[in-house]
């Protein structure tokens, strides 16, 4: 996955074979065969490789246009809890089904004629309602990487999601958790997949993408909220990672 890894689509991810970490908002998860990642739009993640053996997976990305239906008859707070989970493992039977669910997909999607569309928007329902099912009778996956030095990686990431746009550096962060930098700056990357650059940036654009649409801040504005003091850094950030610039990127994003 690229540096920063965030998207406007939704995504889902179902590991057949190998094994992965992956690193979503600022929680670390281990993907087996048999389990599935529900990501939100604009969810910073990262998928981290566990070794050098090869893995093998299903992705699907879908816009919120497919979850309207699913907002309407089961209620957006019961689909936002879905999402909230995050990691989903199943029982044989279930294992079962979503295999075959996701096979009849990609077929569909690969022999595409002008019932694809709703067919595709059935498929993601049936998908949802399997997840549904799973939620009543799973509680959190228990793979959640709980060693100290993990755990320490993740409330880093959480204290920098929190605390973005104040004057963080990577020796402050690495004082706070009371390591050298150096020791952090590593320990952080193979845990996290990203840099603690990468990451803070990451997270600096994210909100600036939500400020952008949602206001009509001026831009230099929001790059201070944000964190940024120099606002042409924060566009070259902004375009490297977003591929436009942030007056391109609220033009068509439809904000007047």
């Known amino acids: 996955m690229p540096s920063s890894h965030t998207h406007s689509y939704y995504e889902i991810g179902y590991f057949i074979a190998g094994s992965r970490k992956i690193f979503i908002n600022h929680t670390v998860y281990e993907l087996q065969p048999g389990y599935l990642a529900i990501i939100r739009k604009n969810e910073i993640h990262r998928a981290i490789a566990v070794g050098n053996q090869g893995t093998n997976s299903i992705a699907l990305t ?13 209620g957006k707070e019961f689909i936002e809890d879905i999402f909230d989970k995050h990691i989903f493992c199943f029982n044989p039977r279930q294992k079962r089904n979503i295999e075959k669910l996701l096979h009849s997909m990609v077929i569909d999607y690969k022999s595409p004629d002008e019932f694809t569309p709703h067919m595709q928007e059935l498929f993601i329902e049936e998908l949802f309602i399997h997840l ?10 228990a793979n959640i990487y709980k060693e100290d030095e993990i755990k320490r990686m993740e409330e880093a990431a959480h204290y920098i999601s929190t605390h973005f746009n104040e004057d963080l550096s990577l020796k402050l962060i690495a004082t706070k958790y009371n390591v050298s930098t150096s020791y952090f700056s590593k320990k952080f990357k193979s845990v996290t997949g990203f840099s603690f650059k990468e990451y803070l940036i990451a997270v600096r654009i994210k909100e ?3 400020l952008l649409i949602q206001t009509n801040i001026s831009i230099t504005e929001i790059a201070t909220r944000c ?27 439809g904000f007047i």
């Open 208 to 210: 600036a993408c939500g």
């Open 227 to 253: 964190g940024f003091t120099d606002s042409n850094y924060f566009g070259d950030a902004f375009k490297k990672i977003k591929g436009i610039s942030p007056r391109d990127f609220r033009r068509v994003s």
């Open 62 to 74: 879908f816009s919120e246009h497919y979850l309207e239906a699913l907002y309407k008859r089961y």
């Open 132 to 141: 549904m099912r799973a939620m009543q009778n799973q509680k959190q996956v």
